[in-house]
Every structure is written in C-alpha cells, then in structure tokens.
C-alpha cells in the first residue's frame, strides 16, 4: 500500500487528475449503458404485460390493416376531393 501512495505522490497533480476524470467518465459511461439496456428490457416486457396486444396492435396505435377481409360487404367509398396544391396559401 505504500508502494502506491509513492508513486501518486511522484505524479504531477494534473496527470493524476486527468486519470481520475478518465476512470469516472468510463464509470459512468458503463452504468448509464448497462442502466439504458434494463430499463428497455423491463419497459417492452411491461407494455406487453399491461396492454396485451390485439392483433399486433396497441390500443393507442392505428390499426393501418386494410386487408379484404376486415372490410365489411357494406362498406362504402370515401370521395377522394383534390382541391389542388395546399401550397402557397395564406
């Protein structure tokens, strides 16, 4: 032990400073990483839980599926109105 309280005490205070900022950057860069990867495991697995998903879908996305078979015979068209470009008004 005191082998290593010489030789911090043979270092210039800056080197040594510049050697503690490098360990904390590096400390905290490997938990901020290992924190971020937990916290999208538990936050997937949660929504799941919470929400379940009918047909793929969570209840505040839009269910975009159009396929033939959704739609009902009764279904009608919406009249597609090109009132030109949008572009330009005020």
Known sequence: MGQWIERLQQLPYKRLLLLLVLFL?????????????????????????????????FPWEANNDDNPKKIPPSAKRKPIIHDGPKRGKW
């Open 25 to 57: 950057m590096a400390l905290r860069y490997f938990r901020y990483r290992k924190d971020k990867q937990a916290s999208e495991d538990i936050s997937d697995n949660d929504l799941k839980d919470k929400y379940g998903q009918e047909d793929g879908v």
